[in-house]
């Protein structure tokens, strides 16, 4: 999997508007989807969130004439779990049962997640 450094907020939520797309995206495709979801952006913020974003190497970007195309470089899912074991490794010390216990400690597990989770490692 690819090593990915830790995507800040905005980072984040526009990586999820560019998983959404079929790639490749411009800034200016992504300009529009913002100002869809209300969220108006300038063009030069968002220029400077994908540059960050391929210094992290989250994405790629190609030039086509005067236009930045960029491709995600990672998936969601690699990068849920990416960020998931640095968690793990940073907090739990790398023990999956410490997560869960402190998730059981913390009232943060229902009766439901319990028999989910019951179920799903007896499936493994």
């Known amino acids: ?8 907020d905005t980072e984040m939520e526009l990586m999820e508007v560019i998983w959404e797309c079929t790639p490749p995206v411009t800034s200016t495709e992504l300009l529009r989807l913002f100002s ?10 968002i220029s400077t969130f994908l540059s960050r974003l391929v210094d992290k190497e989250a994405l790629a970007v190609t030039r ?3 236009t930045n195309q960029y491709m995600p470089l990672i998936s969601p899912k690699d990068y849920k779990l ?3 074991q640095n968690v793990l490794d940073g907090l739990y010390q790398g023990s999956v049962k410490n997560l869960i216990s402190a998730l059981y400690d913390g009232d943060k597990l229902s ?12 499936e493994k």
């Open 111 to 122: 009766d439901e997640d319990i028999s989910e989770l019951k179920k799903w490692f007896s």
């Open 64 to 66: 086509h004439g005067r």
């Open 36 to 45: 869809q979801k209300g969220r108006e952006w300038k063009p030069q913020t």
């Open 82 to 84: 990416l960020e998931t």
């Open 1 to 8: 999997m690819k090593q990915v450094q830790k995507l800040s």
